[in-house]
């Protein structure tokens, strides 16, 4: 599984509709101070569930939205698809059946988010789980941005810890954990309220 495309509209300051050949093998992104360079890496981040608008050089979610300069207007919503390449089919359980996944984000002011995968509407805990388990996603040690080697120097012992599982693919496995334990704490509730119940009743 590869990243094969990337489109965006009206994401920070690709304000019209472009599409980006990703091309199998290292890939390089030149041009000016300002082009935009890091916004297409936060473009990449944010279609794979950030949540964080700090990392995403924000204060809130909606500055990812085209905020208009002297000629243009600003924009009322951002929309990014990321397409993955799945004709090794090597994608996580679930999403194991198509050639190409078609993972999109859009955002329309005062609304939110909102996820699809292949055009089905879907979370964004989904979309974070399926770059999780591809060891990939918004947090990937594999998405290194200025500043990122000395914070990482710089980190915590458990902090350094969450780069490798992150790495290792078992991100996923731990969210998924930690939704099974909320479950089975509340099925513990439901079973000890029945027993209050019955013993009512007798
Ligand atoms: P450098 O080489 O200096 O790091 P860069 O090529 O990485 O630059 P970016 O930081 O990605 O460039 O892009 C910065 C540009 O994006 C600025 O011109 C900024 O005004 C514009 N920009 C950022 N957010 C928005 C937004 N919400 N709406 C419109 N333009 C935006």
Known sequence: MHFARLRLSGFKSFVDPTELLIEPGLTGVVGPNGCGKS??????????????AKSLRG???EDVIFAGTDRRGARGLAEVTLVLDNITRDAPAGWNDEDLIEVTRRI???SGSAYRINGRDVRQKDVQLLFADAATGAHSPALVSQGRIGTLINAKP???RAV???????TGLHSRRREAENRLRGAEGNLARLQDVIQAMA
């Open 39 to 52: 916004n297409l890496l936060e473009a990449l981040r944010w279609v794979m569930g950030e949540n964080r």
């Open 59 to 61: 204060t809130g979610m």
């Open 108 to 110: 329309e002011r005062d």
């Open 158 to 160: 458990q902090d350094r």
């Open 164 to 170: 490798l599982e992150e790495a290792a693919g078992i």
